[in-house]
């Protein structure tokens, strides 16, 4: 199943392309000598970009996949819950 909103999908893609941009900046950072605690700082960053940006996709998945297909039976919806959730406790 994939995503169907093209808003959505601009969304993690602009997303994406700023965490992009972040972790350029953190290379630059790197080779102009930047101090350590301001390259720290963007890495957090990055990770919590990273975590808004799984949170948005996941939460799309779960409305569009499983919520909106009235294909699946109640079996179904339960395993593709069961493999969200397994699927979340391997990103931490």
């Known amino acids: 199943m994939t995503i169907e909103s093209t808003a959505v999908k601009e969304d993690l893609h602009k997303r994406l392309r700023r965490i992009e941009g972040q972790v350029r900046g953190i290379q630059r950072m790197l080779d102009t000598d930047r101090e350590c605690k301001e390259i720290v700082q963007q890495l957090n960053a990055v990770q919590a970009a990273l975590r808004n940006t799984t949170a948005v996709f996941v939460r799309t998945h779960a409305r569009e996949c499983l919520l909106n297909d009235k294909m699946l039976d109640v079996m179904q919806q339960q395993t593709m819950v069961d493999d969200l959730v397994?699927?979340?406790?391997?990103?931490?």
Do not use: E, S
């Open 86 to 92: 397994d699927l979340m406790t391997k990103i931490k």
